[in-house]
């Protein structure tokens, strides 16, 4: 036997295997075809000029392949593959980690040490 619960009286009632699995009357899906799209606009390749709000056209340039090729070069580790710039914000975030790990030494020592009172 199957129940399912009426949300009229708000009990459990018997009910058929449909109905039970079912809860919503949710029938399955018969439609075929995808309905057409509410906000769609028409698609642009990368390689397509795109307009810009002047007017003017741009062409957006894809930048992913060029990338792949720097980053599988057999050589530099990672955070160096583009050069000198790459290097410096590296060492720049590795030396602020450094200090930042220190400071927070600092005061847990500080917070260790209690302060002798004045009185």
């Known amino acids: 036997m199957f129940y399912k619960f009426s949300n009229i009286s708000g009990r459990i009632g018997a009910a058929s295997q449909q109905a039970a699995f079912r809860p919503e009357g949710i029938l399955p899906l018969t439609q075929t075809e995808a309905p057409p799209l509410i906000f769609g606009s028409p698609v642009k390749s990368a390689g397509e000029e795109a307009a810009t709000p002047r007017g003017k056209p741009t062409i957006v340039r894809n930048k992913v392949p060029e990338m792949q090729q720097i980053m599988q070069r057999p050589g530099n580790m990672l ?11 590296y060492r720049g975030t590795m030396g602020l980690t450094v200090l930042g790990v220190l400071y927070a030494c600092f005061g847990l020592f500080q917070a260790m040490m209690p302060k002798k009172s004045q009185d």
């Not at 955070?79 to 914000?89: E, F, S, T």
């Open 79 to 89: 955070y160096v593959k583009r050069g000198g710039l790459d290097a410096m914000l």
